[in-house]
C-alpha cells in the first residue's frame, strides 16, 4: 500500500493537470464553453474519488494514480482502415460510425448513415451547429446535464476535457431497421476522452452495438461518457463489448433518462481489459418507462471489473431489472453494486435485481451489494446475489454420460453465460463474444483442446 | 376496503409506551461531561483493579482519535458527548446478598416492568441481572448456579472477583479501537453482565439482564462478556426500557460473546427504549456493538433479536465463525414506527473451514419511520466450504416510510458458497380480503399477518418470550394497523 501522503500528493497533482489541461480544451461554442467551466469547478468540489465513499469502497484508483500520469489528451485520430475492416460485423458495414482515442473521425466513420434520417453531428464543431438548428437545440438542452450538481469525478473530467464528440439524434416516429455499430478505439497510450450524446424522439427506434477497443500495447485509460434521453415511446436498445487490450483501463459512464412509455434495454460485455469500471445511471422520470440492465463479465488473471449501477424510479409505474452474470478465476475481481431507489410515490413500481457468480479459483473475489433504497409502500422490489462453483449434480450428470470431465466444465461454463449473450442483437457478435469468452476461458479450464474442439 | 385501510394508516398513532414511566429515587451522579478524570473517578468508584483504568484510558485515547461514522441510513443531530451524565447510580446502599436489602422503590419498579427479580418469582426458572442506570442492582439465582460452577453476576463483581477471566477476554472480540462508540464504551462502562459456563455444562436456567435507564440526561454505557467454555451451553435474553423524556438519551453498548470447542451461546434481544413521541421528540439513541467469536471448532452463536424501540438504532450483531465447522445465526425483526430509525442487521466473517452462517431479517416500517437492513457476508480464501443463506424481507405499512436493504457480501475462494434473497411488499390486499370475509377484523387481520411474516425470527426466541414479542408487536402498531 502507498502511504496516504504520497497518495493524497499524486491525487491533488492529477486534479491540478486537469485543471491546466482543460484550459487549452475549452469549447468555442458558449454553451459548451459554460458547461465545460462549471465541470472544472466540480473536479476540484468532487476531489479524486477515496475508498471511504460506499460508491468507491472496493475501487484501486492507483493504477489510474500512478501509470497513467502522464495525462496526454491524443490529438491523434489516425487509424489504418484495415483495422477496421476487422472488427465490424458485416451486418453494420454501412451503418458504422468510428472514434479515435476519443476523437470523432468522420472519414472513418460510414457516410450513407445520415441517408437514413439520423443527424450525426460532431458538437464541437459551430459550423455544423449552425446548419442543424434543432440539434444544436438538443445540445444545449442535453449536453452535461445538471452539470453543476454532477456527481461523478469521471464525468466531471470528461465533460472538462473533451475536444469533441458526437450527437446522434433520431427524428420522432422513426423506426431505424439496421443495428448500428460504433467503434472507440484506443491506439496511443493516453488519457482519452470519448464523449456521445443519443436522442431517440417520441416513438424512435434505434439499435446500437458499441465496442470499445484498445489496439494500443502500452497503458492507457478510456474515459467514456453517454448521455442518453428516450423521449415518450421510444425503444433504444444498446450492446457494449468491452474488448479492449490487458493494458488499457475503461471507465464508462451512462446516464440514461427515460420518458413516457420508453423502453431502454442495456447488454454490457465485459471481456478484456486491464479494469473496467461502469458507472450506469438510469432516472425513470415519466409513468410506464421500462430499463433492462444485463451485463456479463469474465475475468482472469488479475483483471478487474466494476459494475456501478443506480436505478432511480421517481414516478409511478415504471418497471426494471439488472440481471448480472460473472465468472472470475485466477486472483481476479469483480464487483457488483447495484441499487434500486424508489422515490416517495413512486406506487406500482415494480424492480428486480439479480447476480450470480461463478468462482473458478480460490483467490478468485467478488463483492456483491445488491441494494434496496424504497420509500414507497406499492411495491414489489426483489433482488437476489449467488456465489458459488459450478453446481456438481450437473456435473455429473455429464459426466454420467460420457462426456469429459473438461468438456463438461467447458460446455456448464459457456452455457451460464449463454442467457446474456443471447440478448446481444447481432449474431455475429454473438460468436465474436462466446469466442473471446472459450479464449479466456483457456486459461481458466486448463483444456485448451477441448475448448477448441467446442469452437 | 382500499379507503378503510388508508384511512386507517392515515390515523396514524402510536401506543402509548407503557414503560415510560420514572421512579423517583436519589441518586449519585457524576455531572455531566467526558474527560478523563470521569473516567478515574468511575474507575475508583468501582474500586478496579490497576490493569482495567489503563484499558479504560487506552481507549479514550483511542476515542480522542476518532469520529462519529456516518454511513448508515440515519439522521441526526450530532451528539454532544459533553451533555451526557456519565454515571449514575441509585443513593441506597447496594447490598445484593438478600433482596430486603434492594430499594423497595427500585423493586417496586421491576415488579411494574414485570421482571421478576422478587422471591415470589423464583420458579420461573430465569435468573434475572437487573441493571439500573449504570449499576446491577439485583441479581438472583446466584448461588444456585455457582454450585454448577457456573458465574452469573454484573461486570463490575467479575472484575472484582475474576480478574484473570476479564483480563484474557474483555476487549477479545470487539477491540476498544474498533469503532467510535466501542472506543467510548471501553472507556466510561460502568456495569452490565458476565457469565462464564464451564466446560461440560449446559446452563439449567434462561439466564437474562434487564436494563432499565432511569436518570434524566444519563448515558447507559454497559458491557456485558459472555464465555461458553468447552462442550458447553447457555441461552440469554436482555431486555430494555427507559422512562419517556422529551430529550434523546445515548446508550452505547458493547457485548462479547466467545465459545469454545463444541458450545453454543443463545443470545435473544427484546428491545423497547423508549422510542420518542410521534413527532419524533425524545427517545434512546441505540449505538450498540455486539459480536460474537466462534474461537472453538463446531461452536455455535445465534443472536435474535426484536428490536421495536430506541429513536436511533444503529447495531450489528456480529460472528466472527474462527473454528472450523463454526456456525452463526442472526434472526431479526425490526420494527418502526412514528419518526424511529433503524439500521441494523449483521456481520458474518468466515474464517474457519467448513464454517455455516443463516441470516433471517424482517424489517417493518410504519408511520415516517426508516428501517435499513445493512449486513456483510465475507469469506476469505481459507474459509473452505463455507456456506451462507440470507433472507431479508421488508414490509411497508403506509406511503410515507422507508425500507432499505443494504447487502454486503465478499467472496474470495471457489469452494465458498452464498445464496442471499430479499423482497419488499406491502401487505396485500388479496391476504387482508380472505382473512376479512371469514370475519376476522380488520385490525386483527394485519396483525396476523404480521405475525407470520415474523414467525421464522419469533421461534426463535426461547419459550414464553414468543408470545411476549407478539404482543409487543401489536402493540407498536396498535391504531397505526393493527
Redesign the interface.
Known sequence: MPNLAERNKNEIEFIEQIFRASSSMLSEIPNIRSRQETAIKRVTELGFPQKSSEDWKYYDSQPILENFFTLDICEINKLDKEIIRKHRFPECSENLLVTVNGHFSKELSSTSLTNKNISIIDFNDPDQLKKHPTEEEIINQHFAHKINQEDSFFKACNTALMSNGFLLSVPDDTEIEETIQILHFSNESCFNQTRSLIHLGKNAKLKIIVSYIGLANSHFVNNAVVELILSEGAHFKLDKIQDDTQQGILLYDLYARLMKNSNFEYNSLDLKANHSRDNIKVDLLEPGANAGLAGFYILNKDRKAHNVIKVNHLVPNCTSNQLYKGIISDSARAEFNGEINVSEGANGTNATQLNKNLLLSNTAHIDSRPQLKILADDVKCSHGSTVGELDEDEIFYLLSRGIKKDDALAMLTLSFCEEIIQKVTIDSAKQHIRNLTLENLDTTIHTANTVHKLK | METKSSSILENLNSQEYKYGFTTELETDSFPKGLSEEVINRISRIKNEPEFMLEFRLKAYKAFLKMTEPE?A?LNYPKIDLQDVIYYSAPKKKIGKNSLEEVDPEILKTYEKLGIPIGEQKRLEGIAVDAIFDSVSVANTHKKALAEIGIIFCSISEAIQEHPELIKKYIGSVVPHTDNYFTALNSAVFSDGTFIYIPPNTKCPLELSTNFRINTKGSGQFERTLIICDDNSYVSYLEGCTAPAFDENQLHAAVVELVTLDNSEIKYSTVQNWYAGDENGKGGIYNFVTKRGKCAGKNSKISWTQVETGSAITWKYPSCILLGDNSIGEFYSVALTNNMQQADTGTKMIHIGKNTKSTIISKGISAGKSSNTYRGLVKMG?RAKGARNYTQCD?M???????????????????????????????ISEEQLFYLQQRGISLESAIALIISGFCKDVFKELPGEFAAEANQLMSLKLENSVG
Open positions: 454511513w441510513l480464501e421488508s411497508l405499512i403506509g406511503s410515507h416510510c422507508r425500507a432499505s436493504t443494504v447487502p454486503y457480501i465478499e467472496v474470495e475462494g471457489d469452494s465458498n458458497r452464498v445464496e442471499h434473497e430479499a423482497s419488499t411488499s406491502k
